[in-house]
């Protein structure tokens, strides 16, 4: 059974940073595109960043603060997420096809 297990969450001031990590198992992470969703309280899930082979792509509410990487020989992913804002407070999901992670909450306030 496939397994993404996300971390790295938690509490942060605004402009600081945070690593989300997501560990997957029973899946190969370069031979798929992989996902991170991040859902607001009362708001849909929405996609955050994708990595696919070589190629990246952000939402524009993230562009030039976040950076999605892979890191095969460790088979995980990675959400580096800098000068963070009170709007990017959510629970941070990884994903790749049908497969979904726990979540991980990021908060963001002063």
């Known amino acids: 059974q496939v397994q993404l297990v996300e971390s790295g969450g938690g509490l942060v001031q605004p402009g600081g940073s945070l690593r989300l990590s997501c560990a997957a198992s029973?899946?190969?992470?370069?031979?798929?595109?992989m996902n991170w969703y991040r859902q607001a309280p009362g708001k849909q899930r929405e996609l955050v960043a994708t990595?696919?082979?070589?190629?990246?792509n952000y939402a524009d509410s993230v562009k030039g603060r976040f950076t999605i990487s892979r890191d095969n020989a460790k088979n995980t992913v990675y959400l580096q997420m800098n000068s963070l804002k009170p709007e990017d407070t959510a629970v941070y999901y990884c994903?790749?096809?049908?497969?979904w992670g726990q979540g991980t909450q990021v908060t963001v306030s002063s």
């Open positions: 994903n790749s096809m049908e497969h």
């Open positions: 990595i696919s082979g070589s190629n990246t």
């Open positions: 029973r899946i190969i992470v370069y031979r798929y595109p």
